[in-house]
Structures are given as C-alpha cells and as structure tokens.
C-alpha cells in the first residue's frame, strides 16, 4: 500500500519568504513522487517530479522540491513567496514497482496563504 | 495540445437519478484516468483505461458506477441511482504510455446530489 502524509493544514508566509509545504510518502518499493497546486474550483496543474537521479527536482513558476529518502520526504520549496503562490498544494506518490498500477495516492493538500 | 476537458463542468441531480460525465483527454495520450475529490480531501483513484481496455478499478467505484472508453478517445462516468454520499468534485486525467509519465488534469465535474 502506498500512502502520504501532509502533516500542515495550513502554511501562512510573507510576500518575499521563502516557503515550505511538507510531504512525507510510504510505499513498498521505490517512488515516483509529484506536486500539483489547485485554485478554486479548478482542477489540478503539474509543478514538479521526481523520477529518479538528482535529488533537488526543478519545476514551474520558480518551485523546486527535494527528494529524501532517508527521511521519505519530499517537501516542496521556492525562495521567494508571491501572493499568487496562495492555493492548495498536493503531494502525491506511485510505487514504481507496483504491479502495473499507475493509480496515484494523493496527501489531503495543504493551503499555503502568502500575506502582503 | 489543448488539455484535458470536462464536460459538464457542474451538475445538481436529485437523489436516485442517474448522471453521466464525459472527459475528453489531451489527444495523443493513450492512458486516462478517473478521481474524485470531496471536500477538504486529496484526489482519490477511481479507474484507468490504457486506450480502451479498462485496467484497474478501486474498490470506491461500487456497481452504481460505470466507466466506458469505447473508442480509446474520450470517456463517459456514469453514476446510476445517486446518493447524497456521491456530491464530489470528479477529476478526469490522460498520460502517455510510459512508466514514468505524468498525468494531466482537466477542470473537473462538481456534482451536488440533493
């Protein structure tokens, strides 16, 4: 079984901080790990992923998140917060080696509110 | 690459009618996928097609429910006799054949059973 945990509800930030949004996984073998960010009553948009390689994962609008396996985390990062940024962020995970599986586990989202 | 489109983008059905959600994915992506969020929560996985062989079903996607990809382009979601516990948002989602592909979003169905 895979699973993922966002133990933040809520992340308020100032305009010009950096942000992070915190994601830990559990799957049986080795992970293929994702952000998307969701504003009201839209769906999902692609931020970022992890696949395998360099642990320090680029992606849009300046987001970046980092790879931990150790720690099985994934937390997601941008050095300077915008007002835009403000929206839902999920963190979800597939188990590489899940039997054919291609089903995605989502965490419950986790707000991020950046304050002017 | 127009994206991922959903049709209709919001439904108010009363309890014990049957509704019925189309999802058009981007067009060269042979893979599609159903989920469905309710409030406060992630996406949960309902179904995905490889072209139009349906391969998985979780076990939330009870007999009142039913997915077809006839053609390998688009899909329906129906939901026959629904229930008040059936209000969600339903998100469609495409990929390309590939291991390590990503998944594509649309805009999603907001369904209010009353």
């Known amino acids: 079984a895979q699973s993922v945990a966002q133990p933040e509800d809520q992340v308020n930030v100032a305009e010009g901080n950096p942000l992070t949004v915190k994601c830990t996984y559990s799957?049986?073998?080795?992970?293929?790990l994702f952000w998307y960010v969701q504003y009201p009553n839209r769906g999902l948009q692609f931020l970022l992923k992890?696949?395998?390689?360099?642990?320090l994962v680029k992606g849009s609008y300046g987001f970046e998140a980092e790879f931990n396996k150790s720690q099985t985390s994934f937390h997601l990062k941008k050095p300077s917060a915008l007002v835009s940024d403000s929206a839902l962020y999920f963190c979800?995970?597939?188990?590489?080696?899940?039997?054919?599986?291609?089903?995605?586990?989502f965490g419950k989202g986790t707000k991020l509110s950046v304050i002017p | 690459d127009t994206g991922v489109s959903q049709d209709p983008r919001h439904k108010i059905t009363k309890r014990g009618q049957n509704v019925t959600f189309r999802c058009d994915p981007i067009?060269?992506?042979?893979?599609l996928y159903w989920y469905r969020q309710t409030l406060g929560q992630g996406p949960e996985f309902l179904t995905y097609?490889?072209?139009?062989?349906?391969?998985?079903k979780s076990r939330l996607l009870s007999d009142r429910f039913s997915a077809e990809r006839p053609k390998g382009s688009f899909s329906t979601l129906e939901i026959q006799r629904t229930e008040q516990g059936d209000s969600a948002m339903y998100l469609c989602?495409?990929?390309?054949?590939?291991?390590?592909?990503?998944?594509?979003f649309g805009p999603g169905t907001r369904l209010l059973v009353l």
């Open positions: 799957v049986s073998g080795n992970p293929y």
């Open positions: 992890y696949i395998t390689g360099d642990n």
């Open positions: 097609f490889q072209n139009e062989a349906q391969l998985e």
């Open positions: 989602a495409s990929s390309s054949v590939g291991a390590q592909e990503t998944q594509y």
């Open positions: 067009s060269e992506h042979n893979r």
């Open positions: 979800a995970v597939r188990d590489r080696g899940g039997a054919g599986s291609y089903q995605l586990t």
